[in-house]
Structure formats: structure tokens, C-alpha cells
């Protein structure tokens, strides 16, 4: 197996934020948020952890005209992106974003209704505090919808991953690509994350050929 190796935990240059914000992320993102509706219970406000340019906010928006989302990210340049989208999206009432650490959230015990995250965990050097942080400030009752990337086998897997999903990139898209796989965490790793926090560990479940997803509600 390939070993995980770090990729810098917020992406905070204007070119990392534009050019992630440039690179194609719409049917992943379309898919993510029809994911999580399918398993909505409709409870507001929606935490997005790890939000970046707000697309997946926006998105959700556009798929649920009732959802109310809060997006936190530590990066200010994604999140100077991030508000440009809101604002051409005509969506500053209904999605507010905010820099924070997804280790430490400010936000008080059980103050959202759903949390949901895609791609932030493996930008984490300990994910597992951000694991708990989410579970932490999710409502009884709440929806947790975590997705990221898994990490490739070896090096001939993850080249292949990149050509197939990164070929139309240009350099440094399919740089940051690469990098995020190498971070990524394995499906036995994540698994091994929710358990420790008293989830059942077959809740982790490969979604793609480079995604895996943890599904669960907050009890309590």
C-alpha cells in the first residue's frame, strides 16, 4: 500500500483558490448534494466543513429550496471566492460563510441540523478530530454526510486515476489532483476513525472508483 503523504492543510494562495475553483467539479458536486438529500431529514441549518469556493453551498441551494447552509473552511483566499460565487449566485441569505479550523469549530454543541463535508478530510494531518468535531455539532437526530478521496494502491494506480479524471486540467490542477490522492486516507483507516468514535464502521463505504462516503445520523 502506498503510504499517505501530507498535503498542506489549507490551500490559502489566490492560485490554488482559482484554480481549484476553475477545475470541473460539477457532476461530482451535483451528485454529492443529490447523496445527501436522498437521506435529509430536512433539519436547517447545514455546516458544509471544509466548504472552499462554496460550490457545494450553492449547489445544494439550487437542488433544495429549503435548505439554509452555514460554509467554514480555514483557507481566506478559497473563502474570498467563495463569497464572490454566493453573490453571483443571488444566495448571501441563504448561505453565509466563515474561516475557521474544522479541528476547533466555534460553534456550540449540537447547533446543526445535517453536517456534510466533501474532499477536507484528507487535507488533515489528524482527521480524526475533525471527524469528532462534526459528530460534536451535529444535532440528535442530525445527518453526518462525509465523502473524500481514497488513496490509490500504489503509484500506477493513482497516475491512472489522474489521466481519467484530470486529463482536460492544466499542470498545476493535476499537481494539486495527485497530491490530494497521495493524502487521502485508506477505506480500513476511515473505518477505524468512526469506530473510535462509537459508529459502526460498515457505515464507511466505497462510492467510486476514488471516493468513499460515511453515512449516519446522531443519536443521543
Known sequence: MMPRVLEPEAMDTAEEARDYDTMDHAAVNQVFVADFLA?????NPVLDVGTG????????CRQSAAALVTGVDLAEHMLAVGRENV??????????????DAKRLPHTTGAFGAVISNSIVHHVPEPGAVLAEM??????GGVLFVRDLLRPDDEAALQRLVELHAAGANAHQRKMFADSLHAALTLDEVRGLVAALGFDRAQVRQTTDRHWTWRTSKTG
Open 135 to 140: 459528530v460534536r455539532v451535529a444535532a440528535p
Open 87 to 100: 453573490e453571483r449566485a443571488g444566495l448571501h441569505e441563504r448561505v453565509r460563510l466563515e474561516r475557521c
Open 39 to 43: 437521506v435529509w431529514n430536512g433539519m
Open 53 to 60: 469556493t462554496a460550490q457545494i453551498p450553492i449547489e445544494l
